[in-house]
C-alpha cells in the first residue's frame, strides 16, 4: 500500500530556520535508511502558504485566493510518499525519525482498479 505522511507546521512558521548540520546530517541518515530499505517513493518541502494560491470551487465559478493563509491553524510543510505493507509498518518507520518536534499525519492512499 501506499501511504501519504504530511508534516504540519503548527504556529504558520512560514520563514523556518535550516537545521542545524547536526539534525541534517540525522534526518539525512533516515532518509537513506527508508531508501534502502525501498519505502520513498518521494518526498519533498514545500513553499511557505505565503507563496501559495489556493482555488475554492462554487458551482461553475472558480474562486483564485493568494497566500498566506493566516486563518489556517495548521499547514502541510512537507510530505513522504511511502510503499509499505501496513499502516502500522508505516507507524513503526515514523517513530524512528529523528525529530524533537512536530506532528506527521499518516494516510493511506486510496487505490483505484485500473489507475
Known amino acids: 500500500m501506499r501511504v501519504l505522511i504530511m508534516a504540519k507546521e503548527c504556529n504558520q ?11 541534517m546530517a540525522e534526518y ?20 511557505p502558504s505565503s507563496q501559495s494560491k ?7 465559478k472558480r474562486i483564485v485566493m493568494d497566500g498566506p493563509f493566516t486563518e489556517t491553524k495548521e499547514l502541510v510543510a512537507g ?3 511511502w510503499q509499505v505493507r501496513s499502516i502500522d509498518e508505516a507507524l513503526e518507520w515514523l517513530k ?5 518536534g ?3 499525519e499518516v494516510r493511506q492512499v486510496l487505490e483505484y482498479e485500473g489507475m
Request: net charge negative; charged share 25%; no cysteine.
Open 54 to 60: 489556493r482555488v475554492r470551487f462554487d458551482g461553475k
Open 102 to 104: 512536530g506532528t506527521f
Open 28 to 47: 539525512q541518515n533516515f532518509n537513506e535508511e527508508l531508501v534502502k530499505a525501498g519505502v520513498v517513493l518521494e518526498a519533498g518541502r514545500l513553499y
Open 79 to 81: 510530505y513522504w510518499l
Open 13 to 23: 512558521t512560514e520563514a523556518a530556520a535550516p537545521p542545524i548540520p547536526e539534525a
Open 96 to 100: 524512528r525519525a529523528p525529530y524533537d
